[in-house]
């Protein structure tokens, strides 16, 4: 009688095996309302700020829905140094741009609300941790307007109705968005836990 011995496969030995890994996702606002760091840039794209950020309160607030993102900021008013000049506004005919399209912010110079600046500026005669009157300014954006406002994409034009009485171009930018009442909104990390059991497995020969 011939005996075929075969032996196929290998001893596997017994492994319990535990895998840890984090994921990370890309941050995605929810609906609700938020507030971020705005500055006004050189409408250049060199990213610096404009001569005109100083005379702008640097928190604004976002005000997310489905499809919407309504964005609120504000203007120092009347600009202390010039106290006398744009009565009706500091700013005039304030325009976004998002995706070629054009949306007006409207304004409101009768409530006046008191900020706090962050910026001492001697042109404007402002002074670092002082408050004074402000001008509000309110647009109403699509929602993925949020990512353009965060890479500073956003051009905005509007007549600064003191000093120089022109129309000036800015890129506008807010960073560092918070949910109103807590922290800033991260990139949604998860830890997910794997947990492996290997049996051994041992081939028999077959004859």
Known sequence: MRL??????????????????????AADY????????????NANGSGSASMWDPMFVHEAELALTADNAELTFYVAYPI??????????????????????????????????EKVFDTTSSLFGITEGESYPTQVLTVDLPR???DDLEA??????AYVNS????????LIQVTNIQSVGGETEP?????????ADVQEVVSEPTY
């Open 163 to 170: 000093v120089m009485n022109s129309t000036q171009n800015f």
């Open 187 to 195: 990139a949604d990390t998860k830890d997910m836990q794997i947990t």
């Open 80 to 113: 202390p140094a010039f106290p006398d000049l744009g009565t009706d506004g500091t700013i005039l005919d304030v325009v976004l741009t998002v995706n070629d399209t054009e949306y007006t912010a409207e304004s409101d110079i009768t409530t006046k609300p």
């Open 30 to 41: 929810t609906d609700g309302d938020y507030t971020g760091e705005i500055h006004f840039l």
């Open 144 to 146: 993925d307007a949020v």
């Open 4 to 25: 075929n011995k075969i032996l196929s496969g290998a001893v596997t030995a017994a492994m319990l095996g535990t895998m840890m890994c984090t994921t990370a996702f």
């Open 152 to 157: 500073g994409t956003v051009a905005a034009s």
